[in-house]
């Protein structure tokens, strides 16, 4: 029996830049966005707020682009000030590298196992989902999930009881599966 994981975000993750108030690299977004018309001109950004002394700064999300080649429902969700778009934005790519910023997922998502009724089975085959990209390595995972230590599960791995498809040491932010054998 296949068993479902999910990895979910809980809230916006940490934006990792370097304040110019105080010289912290934690950033808060809260979802709030300024848009600025010049003529037919439109600019929009993210508004991030340094954890150490509150100073605000500005993520570009959109650079002197005329108003008529922004779809009308992105400027509504701008000038709702959507949380929703704030987290797809923080996870786009070309906002993150546009801005130089990085993500610090730490402490803002969580697995849902779907209970613990699996963990008394030899065998135990598990497919995990990833609700967003958040990048998280999938020996803590699965030490979480299965409730191991991240010692016992790299033993699992070497002894060839705990395989997947996908490298298990690293990184992940995409959906995999694995089988662990007790």
Do not use: Y
């Not at 108030?21 to 001109?41: I, M, Q, T, W, Y």
């Not at 969700?77 to 590298?97: C, F, I, K, S, T």
């Amino acid at each position: 029996m296949l068993n479902s994981w999910v990895v979910m975000p809980t809230c916006l993750p940490l934006v990792l830049r370097r304040c110019h108030g105080c010289a912290s690299e934690r950033f808060r977004a809260d979802g709030k966005f300024r848009v600025n018309a010049h003529h037919k001109l439109i600019d929009a950004w993210l508004l991030v707020l340094c954890t150490a002394c509150g100073e605000t700064a500005k993520l570009t999300v959109l650079e002197r682009m005329t108003v008529r080649s922004v779809r009308p429902e992105l400027l509504d969700r701008l000038h709702g000030n959507d949380p929703a778009l704030a987290a797809e934005l923080l996870q786009d790519p070309v906002v993150r590298r546009r801005n130089r910023i990085a993500l610090d997922w730490d402490d803002a998502w969580r697995l849902d196992t779907g209970g613990s009724d699996h963990l008394d089975r030899e065998v135990i085959d598990v497919s995990v989902r990833f609700a967003a990209p958040i990048p998280v390595r999938p020996v803590r995972l699965i030490a979480e999930g299965c409730g191991l230590s991240r010692a016992e599960v790299e033993r699992l791995i070497k002894e060839g009881k705990l395989v997947s498809a996908v490298r298990l040491s690293g990184r992940l932010s995409g959906d995999f599966t694995f089988t662990l054998k007790r």
